[in-house]
Structures are given as structure tokens and as C-alpha cells.
């Protein structure tokens, strides 16, 4: 399978080589680093894309979610290009930038004011800032597992380096209501903040259970520590997140990925109260600055993505559809008796190579890094691309057709590979 890999590939080989020599892994993005070399895209079009070798495939990656709308959505280049024809870099606040935190706000319901940055990662920086800034207090708790950012990588099952970390954290295990709880008060008037994906994306796309967030939050109420939901992957699973799902308000969020349309996008936002620490009206008021916060293609590419094409019938469509995906890959895994399991919640899935349910992360065995790692080249060879960790991420151009694909691909690879899995 690997020489067969290498083979189709020549000019992807061609690129990572040149790249090697003045990239260290010849890489710029860690997710998307693999051996023997990653396949190098070229070009796509809805949900097709092409490599550099002109090999076509169908895109479940989606971006990691930030290629929800697809790669030829007319009304957001069309958004793009009216903003790239009136001047790239302005240097100014604009009228684009309140309307698009108006959505936002508008949607989110613990929301009451936001602000933007360029990355998901910058948001989650900002808003822990602005919970230390506002409570006074120093201490974060976050979950083995968990992902918040480049700079916030929590693997289950190793040591969290703290070279890795750009402030000390404490860690609790995610879905252990009452363990979070006990950590949460045992930090009392210390910890400045809680920081939780409502499901864990990175980390399997495993959800939270309601009644996990729910013990997050009246721990943190007693204690007056701030609860921030990071929604950069799971704001997509409803209009307003997850939080207008499950009905469990944080006091800030944070956002990224798909909501700029596919451009550059990071935003954080909460509880006035919260977010007044960034007034400039203020006396004292907290910096945040960034260059390309405000950037012209971001602002106004997500006011038609939100304000135009993803609205409440899309963003529910999209859930179910996801979930019945899900719902068909399991009952294929099942149907071969294999050790093999999507968890996940709508339009975001992950295989496992175990027997369900899976309701925390796990470290993976050998063998089970193994059977993830043939389960994406053949997926690749079956011309379907997803996530180097098997996550599939739905755009909004993915139909029945597609599903349908993906589907037979999944037989086809529980058939094939049922001696090592069963
Ligand atoms: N939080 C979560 C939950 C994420 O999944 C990601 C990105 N995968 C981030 C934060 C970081 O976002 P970005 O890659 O835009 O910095």
C-alpha cells in the first residue's frame, strides 16, 4: 500500500523534498504532517479536490471544519472580491466588523459582546487573558485530551510539556463530572477559568456529556471562576452552538474556523461584564491588538456566511445529515463484527479502532495507530480524503451522493481489513 502510495505521487514526493530543505519536516502545519510525505493539493472545487498530481478525490476533510461552505461558494468569492477591489489593508475600523459581531451576538445566546482575532488559537490566548484580567486570579483548568490551539495541545495519556505552554494550567479528565468538580474547587478563589470543548474534536470528536458541562458550570459559578466554551469547532452543530443545544451558558466562547467563510477567522466573546475589560472607553482597559484582526477579506466573507448561507435550516440540516452518516458507518463496522467505532456528534465523525461506546479520549495501542493509519491511505486510494486521524468533517456541498460514497468505502474497507480488525 505505501509503495503503491509513492508511486501515484511523484510530484507531491517532488514538493516535500524541496520543502524539507527550508521547512523543518518540510511542513508549515502540524496536522497536516505525515510519512512517507503528505499529498499536496492543487486545487478544488465544491467538494472535490485535486492533488498535485491531478488525482481527484472526494473532500470529507472539510478544512477541519473551517471548509464548511466548500470551495466554490459564488456569494462568499464574490464577498471577497468587492472587498480585495476597495483596498486590502486599510488600517481602519470598518462597518464590516460591528455587523459581523452583530450576527454573532445575534446567534450565540450567552454572547453578548465579541471581538476578533486571526486563529482559533489567538482567540482561546485572548480569552484566557481576559478571564485573568477580569477575575484577578491566575490559575486555568483544561482537560487531558483536550485541544485549544497550537500552543494548547493536551494529549491523553502523556505528559503535558510545559515548555509547550504559554501560561501554567491545570489539568482534570474530560466527562468525569465529579473529578472536574473536585479540581474546580480545590483551586477555589485561585483558578481564574475553565476551559472546555464542548465536544472534543482533536481529540476524537468526543462529546461532552450535559451533565459534565453542568457540573463545570455550578462548580464554577460557586467558585467564581469563568467557564469558557471553546466553540471553534463545535459553533457549527446549531445557530447558536453548542451551548443553544444543550442549554448550558458559558461566560465567554470562542470561535473560529468556517465562520469567515473559509478565510482567516478567530473571535472571542461572553458576558458584557467580561468583554468590558477590552472597552478602550475604560480607563485601564486590557490591550488587544493584531494586525489583521480586522482583516477586510475575514469581515466581510463572514457576514455572508453567517448573514446569507448558514442559517438555522442549514445549520440543521447539516447536523442531521451528519448523524446519519454516523449512525450507517456504525451499523457497517457492526455488521462485520469488527472493534471499530464513529463516535462523534452531526456533521463531525472519527473512527475508533475499538468496540463502542467511546465516551472519553483514550491513548491509542500500536495496533490501534495502525489500523488508523490504513484506514486513511485506503481511504485516499478510494480517491475519499479526510483527516490524517480519520475525522471527517462534512461542507455543506456534500450530499447523498457523497455519503453514499463514503459509506461503500467503509464496507469496502471492514471487508478488506476484517482478518486484523475482527
Ligand atoms: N480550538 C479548537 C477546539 C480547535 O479544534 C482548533 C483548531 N483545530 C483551535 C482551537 C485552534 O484554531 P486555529 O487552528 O484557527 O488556531
Known sequence: AREAYVAARPKSAEIHTQAREVMPGGNTRTVLFYTPFPTAMQRGE???LWDADGREYLDLCGEYTAGLFGHSEQRIIAAV????????????????????????????????????????????????????????????????????????????????????????????????????????????????????????????????????LQALRDATTETGALLIFDEVMTSRHSYGGMQKRLGIMPDMTTFGKYMAGGMSFGAFGGRAEVMAVFDGHKPGAMPHAGTFNNNV???????????????????????????????????????????MHFT???????????????????????????????????MLAAGIYLARRGMVALSLPVGDAECDRFLAAVEEFCAARKPVLA
Not at 323 to 330: H, I, P, V, Y
Request: hydrophobic share 45%; glycine share 12%; charged share 20%.
Open 46 to 48: 465544491g467538494c472535490t
Open 297 to 339: 477579506l475575514s469581515m466581510a466573507a463572514g457576514n455572508v456566511a453567517l448573514g446569507e448561507i448558514f442559517g438555522e435550516a442549514e445549520a440543521e440540516a447539516l447536523f442531521q445529515r451528519g448523524e446519519t452518516l454516523r449512525e450507517a458507518c456504525n451499523a457497517i463496522a457492526q455488521k462485520h463484527g469488527l472493534a
Open 81 to 212: 472580491a468587492a472587498a480585495m477591489a476597495k483596498g486590502l489593508n486599510l488600517a481602519a475600523v470598518g462597518e464590516n466588523e460591528g455587523k459581523l459581531a452583530a450576527l454573532i451576538c445575534g446567534r450565540f445566546p450567552s454572547v453578548d459582546q465579541v471581538r476578533f482575532t486571526n486563529s482559533g488559537t489567538e482567540a482561546n490566548i485572548m480569552a484566557l487573558a481576559g478571564a485573568r484580567g477580569f477575575t484577578g486570579r491566575t490559575e486555568i483548568l483544561a482537560f487531558r485530551g483536550g485541544y485549544h490551539g497550537g500552543v494548547f495541545t493536551f494529549p491523553f495519556g502523556a505528559p503535558i510539556s510545559p515548555v509547550n505552554l504559554p501560561i501554567p494550567m491545570r489539568f482534570a479528565d474530560y466527562n468525569d463530572p465529579a473529578g472536574a468538580a473536585a479540581a474546580i474547587r480545590e483551586a477555589g478563589d485561585a483558578l481564574a477559568a475553565v476551559i472546555v470543548e464542548p465536544m472534543q474534536g482533536s481529540g476524537g470528536c468526543i462529546p461532552a456529556t450535559r451533565e459534565f
Open 344 to 378: 462523534g456528534l452531526g456533521s463531525m465523525l472519527n473512527p475508533h479502532f475499538r468496540a463502542g461506546p467511546i465516551t472519553a479520549p483514550y491513548k491509542a495501542t500500536v495496533e490501534e495507530e495502525q489500523m488508523r493509519e490504513l484506514f486513511f491511505f485506503d
